[in-house]
């Protein structure tokens, strides 16, 4: 009964928020957010240390077990950050913040993240990235946001084959962009749906959700920051043959 209670008490102030029409739904989902993210880098952390410090003294079925528990602590804590993105951008609180970005960098932190994921699904993933590509003037948490999201969404609906991510310089109408491609050889869409699948919670009402789980939001961020960031997107994909998604951002410094 005492653990009940207390349950109960530490949700109230969020039902209480309900039934107040002064408070936003979305100031909701945020606090509720913020609330979890916490624990999750704490869980992610710990998990991390048994895998990286400890992985050597498991046997094979453990070991799969606990990098089974480290997706899925990545999983959820994209859903959370994709929550709070969302909501930031619904609220309009969070403003772009330009800076030199080393996409060297950006690689780096992603990389492994979504190496793993790959590895469980069996799938390849390959990151090409131009050797003189360095830095690029952006909103650092936007254009992690963009390619996080790009290569979670590709690794999620590709069993065969793989995911290729590729970062170059280009040069389009007499102006210096960079590209990011994000390619995969899954299921792919009809061309008509495209639209669709940039929808906000688009995926809640598909009769895939249960197979490929999430909350339909990464591709509606991805469309949000590439608008606000002045970049264009362009996306080919048809059913069974795969999707490419392009993203040209405006600006390249000079090697």
Partial sequence: MRASRSSAESI??????????????????SNLSHELRSPLHVMRGYLDILA???GGEFSAEPMRILERLRLSAV????TVENLLEYTAAMTGTQAAVREEVDLADVVAELEPVFAQAARRKKVF??????PRLKLLHSDRRRLVSII???VSNAIKFTDRGGVTV?????????????????????IGMEEGRLDEAFAPFMQLSSSSTREHRGLGLGLALVRR???????????????SAGSSFRVRFPEAPQA
């Avoid at 109230?12 to 989902?29: C, G, N, Q, T």
């Avoid at 999983?75 to 994209?78: D, F, G, H, T």
């Fill in 12 to 29: 109230a102030p969020y039902v209480k928020s309900v039934a107040a029409p002064a408070v936003s739904r979305f100031e909701i989902i």
């Fill in 52 to 54: 990286e410090d400890w």
């Fill in 75 to 78: 999983e959820l804590s994209q």
């Fill in 125 to 130: 993933l390959v990151w090409r990235v131009e």
């Fill in 148 to 150: 996080a999201n790009l």
């Fill in 166 to 186: 590729r970062l170059r310089r280009l040069r389009v109408r007499h102006r210096c962009v960079v590209e990011l491609e994000v390619a995969d050889t899954g």
């Fill in 225 to 239: 920051n590439v608008i606000s960031l002045g970049a264009t997107l362009d996306v080919r994909s048809k059913p």
